[in-house]
């Protein structure tokens, strides 16, 4: 067990602060501004500084190097908007960025530059005398800033975060043909094409909600699934956050149903369909190496409600 001192004076105790905190057994000062279950962002226990906030995860790793591509895409956007916010509510307009693999667990540091730091030339390699400084000068006027400053961030932070819906797709593939689905009249996407899939429900896994799914949605089982990636899509109000599973292997035929359709149904014929959802995107010829061969990807898709692209990240992993 370790021991430290808090900045409101109250003793903690933990094994690994950074678990501890991901785990929601220590709760830092103000709450979480941001926790979506593998990062979150809050301020230091220890560290009395005006919107001086940690970005956490929750794997006891020490190293960037211990995480796979899509964590890192993860990690990267989040910190963006971090700043982003520090910067838009002006709590300060420059920050400096720490991660030692030192420390046992991997955080990073975002620290506001303020301008009471300028006696230390606003300079990292000051980072010990900033935070005795600030110790010694930490007021109850300077903790309600401090505070405020969190309030502040958690709004934005709010603001800025959509709802994110898990969900799955399954990519039942063979011979340049994939089975696809048309959703039917009362369907918002109506006369649109997708790939079979959708939420995961409560107790049960990625790969067992794409079995299910596309069991309800063609008729057809399947078998063989194989994890192939994360395909994120955003729209203007929502985010999908999508496990991808491939297979060619399948007991049926595609039927119809009330809600949809399905077919096999050739990857250039469908790609030229009119109405066509982005998760369909994977299977251009520029993206469709992530999904067929041996390697994972990455994927994001920012589109509006009419399905045009607005920005795409694709990323091929190793692991
Ligand atoms: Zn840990």
């Known amino acids: 067990m370790n021991k430290v001192i808090d900045i409101f004076g109250n003793e903690i105790t933990f094994d690994c602060m950074g678990c501890d905190i991901a785990n929601h057994k220590l709760i830092p000062p103000g709450g979480y501004v941001y926790d979506d279950g593998f990062i979150n962002v809050s301020a230091d226990p220890e560290i009395p500084i005006e919107g001086f906030m940690v970005l956490g ?17 993860k990690i990267m956007d989040i910190l963006n908007k ?31 530059i303020h301008k009471w730091m300028e006696k230390f030339q606003n300079n990292v390699r000051n980072i010990k005398e900033i935070i005795d400084y600030a110790k010694q000068n930490f007021t109850k006027q300077k903790e309600l800033e401090l505070l405020k400053a969190i309030e502040t961030i958690k709004r ?41 899939g959708g939420k995961i429900e409560k107790n049960e896994t990625p790969k067992q909600a794409a079995i299910r799914e596309m069991k309800e949605e063609t008729g057809l089982t399947v078998s063989n699934l194989k994890y192939k990636g994360n395909m994120i899509i955003e729209y203007p109000d929502r ?21 949809n359709t399905s077919e096999w149904i050739d990857i250039p014929t469908l790609l030229s369909k009119e109405k066509i959802l982005s998760s369909l995107m994977i299977l251009n010829n520029f993206y469709i190496k992530g999904l067929l061969e041996d390697n994972n990807f990455y994927m994001y898709i920012k589109v509006d409600e009419n399905e045009n692209i607005l920005d795409v990240t694709y990323n091929l992993g190793k692991n």
Request: charged content about 30%; some cysteine; overall charge positive.
């Open 57 to 73: 995860i929750n794997k006891h790793i020490k190293s960037i190097n211990e995480l796979n591509s899509m964590e890192r895409n």
């Open 82 to 112: 971090t700043i982003e916010i520090i910067k838009k509510t002006s709590i300060s307009n420059e920050v400096m960025l720490i991660q030692e693999e030192k420390a046992k667990h991997f955080h990073i540091w975002i620290v506001p």
């Open 156 to 196: 934005e932070f709010n603001k800025n975060v959509k709802e994110i819906r898990k969900a799955v797709r399954c990519y039942l593939v063979k011979d340049d043909k994939v089975v696809s689905i048309k959703y039917n009249a009362h369907n918002k996407k109506a006369e649109y094409y997708d790939i079979p």
């Open 239 to 259: 985010i999908y956050d999508f496990d991808v599973f491939l297979t060619n292997e399948c007991n049926g035929k595609p039927q119809n149903f009330s809600e």
